[in-house]
């Protein structure tokens, strides 16, 4: 009787904690967090800018769709969507994929992203090893997560997880041009 109690407090426990991982907003900065849903590409607040290489920035990109990735060698789900960007990557040559690795050091993200073979080159491969571009300003604390900014370099949304397939149609559907 006794383990079958403990056994029922343990599934309600997971199922809590489940539930509230999952009901989490997906962006602790409020500041920064796109609209739901907005009637005109004008009300989606401008994605933060930042430097992601000597002498790069994501305001470089503007005039391009850019997907923002956020991922990490040790990250299960990070290695299921990679070979989706690529794909996704080769099938859309006018968009950006821009992957910023948490990685703390340079040769996990090498060894990850090797062994994908030679990616195409609109794929960016950097490093945010401090997390100040994941976190600070993006609010991503979950990995992978993935920021959709527009031409226009506003944010319209954040993936969370294996939220879609990169390379389905239905996804690039949804892209704006």
């Known amino acids: 009787m006794r383990n079958a109690l403990i056994l029922l407090i343990t599934i309600i426990l997971g199922l809590a904690a489940h539930y509230l991982y999952n009901q989490a907003p997906s962006s602790p900065a409020a500041s920064v967090s796109p609209p739901e849903i907005a009637a005109e590409a004008e009300s989606y607040p401008i994605a933060p800018d930042f430097t992601y290489a000597p002498g790069r920035q994501l305001s470089d990109l503007r005039g391009r769709v850019v997907l923002l990735n956020f991922w990490a060698s040790w990250c299960g789900p990070c290695r299921v969507e990679f070979p989706q960007f690529i794909k996704l990557a080769q099938t859309r040559p006018d968009i950006t994929i ?48 993935t920021i959709l900014i527009d031409a226009q370099q506003r944010w319209r949304r954040k993936y969370v997880g294996l939220e879609v397939e990169w390379d389905s149609a239905a996804f690039i559907a949804t892209l704006p041009q």
Do not use: C, H, W
């Not at 990685?103 to 990616?119: E, K, N, P, Q, V």
């Not at 195409?120 to 945010?128: E, K, T």
């Open 98 to 145: 821009l992957a910023l690795s948490v990685d703390s050091d340079d040769a996990a993200m090498t060894r990850f992203t090797a062994s994908f073979g030679t990616l195409p080159g609109n794929i960016i491969i950097a490093r945010d090893g401090e997390r100040k571009i994941a976190q600070d300003l993006y609010g991503t604390l979950r990995f992978p997560e």
